[in-house]
């Protein structure tokens, strides 16, 4: 019963993520936003809403240990199911693509721009460890305005490198549906938008109550549990996005919707975690991070060379490897 809740939940993510992803485009291309500031900016923010749905859940219906030790796994295991599952992901895809001669070869080949959403990671995603050592909750404070800051910052410095305007959009969904009637786009808009938000949020109410229960059944820690399970699902959204870029050999921008995600979760989420929970790591979230920004780093050296290659796949598949046998052992 309690694998059947979270599979429902599950799904819900994926239909309600799948909507909101489709509109976040169709207002991308309306409004003629570069593919830069889309990649890096836009698209962690809307694709991101799933994460922040968990988050808020596990805290206001599940203001327990329990609950804030989702939450806080969710603000960590969001980065850390990027890096070692996610961008393997694409890897694969850009190896099929070349296979069937729909690529030029297996190598991401980007923009160097996208040294400055690296280099904001690698900076600042450590710092979600600093608030389990210092009890002050002036200096924590701090800390999470600083974040909120520098992301607006950072969005000040993306918007001024844009790219070229989307083209290609296949058309809102809602559009599809009411074919031949004459409806008001932006109303069609508003309730695609509002089903997708409705959706997200059953879905996570679901598998917030679902980690729990399966957690203290195995006997696995839950913070270290939902690192897995719930990102995994939730990340969703911006990996489709990033797989149908690097299949159609837009490789800035299916690399900068992967690591605009990352900024945001190195700065205004775990701010958020900041102001209102205990923030408490386990050893799994130390884990996660140290593994986040190797392969940040091994990744920031290729973008400095305007070339990914798959030895990014191979250390971030390692880092998963090294996690679960050191929950599995810490479960025990």
């Known amino acids: 019963m309690i694998i059947l809740y979270v599979i429902a939940g599950f799904l819900s993510v994926l239909v309600g993520g799948w909507l909101f992803t489709n509109a976040m485009e169709y207002i991308s291309y309306r409004y003629r936003v570069g593919t830069s500031f889309v990649g890096a900016i836009l698209s962690p923010i809307l694709t991101s809403l799933p994460e922040l749905i968990v988050f808020l859940v596990a805290l206001l219906l599940y203001g327990d240990a329990s609950g804030e030790d989702v939450a806080v796994g969710t603000i960590i295991g969001e980065p850390f199911v990027v890096s070692t599952i996610i961008y393997p992901l694409i890897f694969i895809i850009a190896a099929v693509g070349f296979y069937l001669k729909r690529r030029g070869d297996v190598v991401l080949e980007v923009d160097r721009v996208l040294v400055i959403p690296f280099a904001v990671v690698i900076a600042l995603f450590p710092t979600v460890l600093l608030p389990a050592l210092i ?198």
């Open 135 to 332: 009890k002050s909750p002036l200096i924590r404070f701090s800390i999470a305005v600083s974040l909120i800051v520098v992301y607006l910052l950072y969005i000040h410095v993306m918007r001024g490198r844009q790219g070229i305007v989307i083209e290609d959009y296949e058309g809102l969904y809602a559009l599809k549906i009411v074919k031949g009637i004459r409806v008001r786009e932006w109303l069609l808009l508003t309730l695609q938008l509002g089903i997708s938000v409705v959706l997200l949020f059953i879905g996570s109410n679901a598998m917030v109550e679902g980690i729990i229960d399966l957690s203290r059944s195995l006997t696995l820690d839950v913070m270290g549990l939902s690192i897995i399970i719930i990102p995994t699902a939730t990340v969703l959204p911006e990996s489709i996005t990033a797989v149908i870029w690097t299949w159609r050999e837009r490789d800035t921008m299916a690399v900068a919707a992967l690591i605009g995600e990352k900024v945001l979760y190195s700065t205004v989420y775990p701010a958020l975690a900041l102001l209102t929970t205990r923030w408490l790591l386990s050893i799994e979230a130390i884990i996660g991070v140290i593994v986040v920004e190797v392969v940040s780093a091994i990744m920031l050296y290729h973008v400095i060379k305007g070339r990914l290659t798959w030895d990014v796949a191979v250390i971030g598949l390692a880092g998963y490897l090294v996690y679960i046998l050191v929950l599995i052992n810490h479960g025990i």
